[in-house]
């Protein structure tokens, strides 16, 4: 890993996986999960403390509701709500029940209150055997007319909801989906290629500029691209296995990011020692947008 290092360490987690993060704004908490654990974490910045709850599956993504104390679980196999304070689990639906090879994976709300996720292929061969969905206001799950894919990643949406990106990390290719708010997929173009890069696009959201913050497993990194798709910025972790960002902080202008020890031998730990760990940094020149709540019923 090179370069210099330009997000510092918040909380030393010692996640697994890592995931997930996403700022409350009501709570002034941060939030994200450690997927292989079953742990949903808290950290309050004001106060410092820490807090977590475990889960009855893999927490692979979720969302908040307009009850700040219960959110919208995308686990393993199925899509819950949760509430906080009676660490009760409500099922919603089954996900992909036929499939014993998949999982929920990435999932994140739409400008409209939508919560959209995608599914990814465990096996060791990861084939093209994940989907994306949206889990409407109804609480009617519908599978978008997008290709299928092995790993979906990097769901986020434009600032006017016009538009989704989202990715299939072992294709290294980030997509944007114009014509997402009408339901027309002839609209879905390269937004960012990584190429022969070793480093694969995860977790990924949008600032106030409309700009896309992408965590790329593998290399380190977050990288900052323009409404058009090029690199505006850079920026370096100790660790090289960064999953997902998030923009927050009583001012919108903190970057959290998490990471993982998944896959990283002994040796590999000994020289990453923060890895698991929740990263931040303040951004003096971006902002970012407060988090969009899951719209159906409760």
């Not at 913050?213 to 850079?234: L, N």
């Not at 931040?280 to 902002?287: A, E, S």
């Amino acid at each position: 890993m090179s370069g210099a290092k330009q997000l510092d360490l918040l909380v030393d987690a010692q996640n697994h996986l890592g995931e997930g993060v996403l700022w409350c704004e009501r709570s002034r908490r941060v939030y994200w999960t450690d997927i292989v654990a079953q742990r949903l974490h808290c950290y309050c910045p004001d106060s410092g403390a820490c807090k977590e709850w475990i889960m009855p599956d893999r927490l692979s993504c979720f969302a908040f509701t307009a009850d700040e104390n219960i959110f919208l679980l995308g686990l393993a196999s199925r899509l819950a709500y949760f509430d906080l304070r009676t660490e009760t689990v409500t099922d919603i639906c089954a996900v992909e029940a036929d499939l014993q090879m998949t999982r929920v994976n990435d999932g994140r709300c739409d400008r409209q209150g939508r919560f959209v996720f995608g599914t990814m292929d465990e096996r060791l061969s990861k084939e093209l055997t994940g989907s994306f969905y949206r889990l409407n206001h109804d609480l009617k799950l519908e599978r978008l007319s997008l290709p299928k894919i092995a790993i979906a990643n990097s769901i986020c949406f434009s600032v006017d909801g016009s538009a989704m990106y989202f990715c299939d990390s072992i294709g290294k290719i980030i997509y944007r989906w114009d014509g997402y708010a009408r339901g027309d997929t002839s609209q879905v173009t390269v937004f960012a290629d990584l190429g022969s890069d070793r480093a694969a696009p995860d977790g990924a959201t949008i600032d106030a500029d409309g700009f896309l913050w992408s965590a790329q497993w593998g290399g380190a990194r977050v990288v900052r691209y323009t409404p058009g798709g090029s690199i505006d910025r850079t920026l370096h972790l100790p660790v090289s296995q960064p999953s997902c960002v998030c923009i927050g902080g009583t001012q919108l202008n903190q970057l959290f990011v998490t990471t993982a020890q998944e896959s990283l031998s002994v040796g590999m730990l000994i020289e990453e020692p923060l890895a698991g760990g929740l990263f931040h940094k303040l951004l003096n020149d971006v902002r970012g947008l407060p988090e969009v709540r899951f719209g159906g019923r409760i």
